[in-house]
């Protein structure tokens, strides 16, 4: 277990604290759970600096960091949506999108002779603009930069899961290419 892998654990018993916290009748309790949920943030830039820098990357990271990444992306669309700080429907695209990251990385790590499609800039972008805007909820930003903000985030998210559908379709197709080949 290294430095990295117990900052991913870190982030994933983080989970039930902010859910804890944000469903509770603390007087700040969006505050207070926004800030677990940005330091949830940092903590995942500073596991996956310091996987690369100093090259920690384990297959025990590649599963964890994902699954803390979107354990916390689902508890705070989920809070939100039913306690009405955001409308249902970036819900729904936004875990439509999710679920189909996942299905298409399983089926593509299970035939796909165990290949990963790594995190973008795409996906990078889409991430800090899902960050900018629950965060702008945390911190009572004004309604219409918040409105615009998780505009830009289903948008960039969409951008996002179109490129890696097709790095997808791309690696499905070598892999069959491969498999004509063989044959």
Same mark, same amino acid.
């Given at each position: 277990?290294?430095?990295?892998?117990?900052?991913?654990?870190?982030?994933?018993? !983080?989970?039930?604290?902010?859910?804890?916290?944000?469903?509770?009748?603390?007087? @700040?309790?969006?505050?207070?759970?926004? /800030?677990?949920?940005? /330091?949830?943030?940092?903590?995942?830039?500073?596991?996956?600096?310091?996987?690369? %820098?100093? @090259?920690?990357?384990? %297959? !025990?990271?590649?599963?964890?960091?994902?699954?803390?990444?979107? !354990?916390?992306?689902? *508890?705070?669309?989920? *809070?939100?949506?039913?306690?009405?700080?955001?409308?249902?429907?970036?819900?729904?695209?936004?875990?439509?999108?999710?679920?189909?990251?996942?299905?298409?990385?399983?089926?593509?790590?299970?035939?796909?002779?165990?290949?990963?499609?790594?995190? @973008?800039?795409?996906?990078?972008?889409?991430?800090?603009?899902?960050?900018?805007?629950?965060?702008?909820?945390?911190?009572?930003?004004?309604?219409?930069?918040?409105?615009?903000? !998780?505009? /830009?985030?289903?948008? /960039?998210?969409?951008?996002?899961?179109?490129?890696?559908?097709?790095?997808?379709?791309?690696?499905? %197709?070598?892999?069959?290419?491969?498999?004509?080949?063989?044959?």
């Amino acid at each position: 277990m290294n430095i990295p892998n117990v900052i991913t654990i870190f982030r994933i018993i !983080l989970i039930p604290i902010f859910l804890f916290i944000f469903h509770s009748d603390l007087e @700040n309790r969006i505050l207070i759970s926004g /800030l677990i949920f940005l /330091l949830a943030g940092i903590s995942d830039v500073l596991d996956g600096h310091i996987a690369r %820098k100093y @090259n920690l990357t384990t %297959k !025990l990271g590649t599963v964890l960091d994902p699954f803390a990444d979107k !354990l916390m992306s689902f *508890s705070i669309l989920i *809070s939100y949506t039913f306690s009405g700080l955001i409308p249902y429907w970036i819900l729904i695209i936004l875990a439509l999108k999710e679920i189909c990251m996942i299905l298409g990385g399983g089926l593509l790590y299970l035939h796909g002779n165990k290949k990963v499609i790594p995190a @973008n800039k795409f996906g990078k972008i889409a991430t800090l603009f899902f960050y900018a805007s629950m965060l702008s909820i945390v911190f009572n930003f004004s309604d219409e930069i918040s409105k615009l903000l !998780l505009l /830009l985030t289903v948008i /960039l998210n969409i951008v996002a899961f179109y490129n890696y559908l097709r790095i997808f379709i791309v690696i499905n %197709k070598d892999d069959m290419d491969t498999v004509d080949k063989s044959i």
